[in-house]
């Protein structure tokens, strides 16, 4: 396939309804994704047997995507990242559940904090007695480590 080819097909592959973009966008910043981003973190986490051991930690994948939500990190080759926060067992190294960091969340309850929210929504689905989960030490505090016992 040369290029100029290319160029065309991806100038009309859209993952979202043009017409309706501009009020989901109102109300999820990843609007123009989202159709195709939770349904595969869904299926990918619904056809995985899960280890006992799970991490929670983010990921800065290099992007030229036009979010509004897009990372600048000056001191990176690539300045300009998609923050996503990631659920990953760590025997094999399988992203469970994952999202991407969109500002600030309007859901979260005021008696938590960001980190303790961000966890409890990523570990949700597999809130089973009998797992370890390890995260960074600017997600712990003692409130979520007393949630996180069964």
Avoid at 117 to 125: E, K, R
Wanted: hydrophobic fraction near 40%.
């Amino acid at each position: 396939m040369d290029k100029d080819h290319f160029k065309e097909i991806i100038r009309f592959l859209r993952f979202d309804h043009i017409t309706k973009r501009l009020e989901r966008l109102m109300s999820d910043k990843f609007a123009m994704a989202s159709a195709l981003w939770y349904p595969f973190i869904e299926n990918s986490a619904s056809y995985y047997k899960t280890g006992v051991n799970l991490t929670v930690d983010e990921q800065l994948p290099p992007s030229k995507a036009r979010f509004p939500f897009i990372q600048y990190i000056p001191c990176k080759p690539d300045k300009f990242r998609i923050k996503f926060w990631l659920l990953v067992c760590t025997n094999s190294i399988y992203v469970l559940n994952s999202f991407p960091y969109t500002g600030a969340d309007s859901e979260r309850p005021s008696s938590q904090t960001v980190y303790e929210h961000l966890v409890m929504n990523l570990i949700q689905p597999l809130m089973v007695e009998g797992r370890t989960v390890t995260i960074d030490r600017y997600f712990s505090t003692v409130k979520l480590c007393g949630g996180l016992k069964p």
